[in-house]
């Protein structure tokens, strides 16, 4: 009996971390995945994922020293993990992917650092793109939807949709290419 009145305390604080941490950190999160991912369910989704790692890092007791940026990276790394999902669902032939164009994501820090500043570069670099490029490439890439649903969709041909996405990745690339290559040093 004596040890169930100990546990509780140590479990009404660690709530009472996590539900701060939560009312701090959700406004912000929301805001970055909602960047990355166009459907609004997805967001909520990937919120709650990411709220549910940090519950379940609390219960085991594994100490996070920059809860801020803990929570960003499980956000990124959980967006990552529905693109290619997304991608797995549907098979998009030889057409160039985003993960083409990221460093692999091993786990490794320098790899979870250089996915990190790659992924502000692209997002400075889809701002740059044409509105019909970067919404083919957004739709395609990060959303899944298929060049013939697009079609569908925006009344524009399957092959104008596929040449907009191609000028789309090779701006990607060339304003990526540098920063890549700084890591590659």
Known sequence: MKG?????????????????AF????????????????????????????F??????????????NLGAWLFRVARNRATDLFRKKKHEEPQGAEDSLEDLLPSADGSPEGLY??????EVLDEALAELPEEQ?????????EG??????????????????SRKRYAVQH??????AVYDEFLR
Do not use: C, M
Not at 172 to 177: A, D, F, K, P
């Open 172 to 177: 990607l690339r060339l304003r990526l290419r």
């Open 4 to 20: 169930a009145a100990i546990s509780e305390p140590v479990s009404s604080e660690q709530d009472r971390r996590i539900t701060e």
């Open 23 to 50: 009312a701090r950190e959700e406004r912000g999160l929301r805001s970055f995945l909602r960047r990355l991912v166009a459907d609004p369910s997805d967001v909520e989704d990937l919120l709650q994922d990411v």
């Open 52 to 65: 549910y790692e940090l519950i379940a890092a609390y219960r085991l007791a594994k100490p996070i020293e």
């Open 145 to 162: 939807v298929s060049f013939k649903e697009l079609a569908e969709q925006t009344g524009v041909s399957v092959n104008t949709l596929l």
């Open 134 to 142: 970067r919404h083919v490439f957004i739709a395609h890439e990060l």
């Open 114 to 119: 250089a996915r990190s500043v790659l992924f």
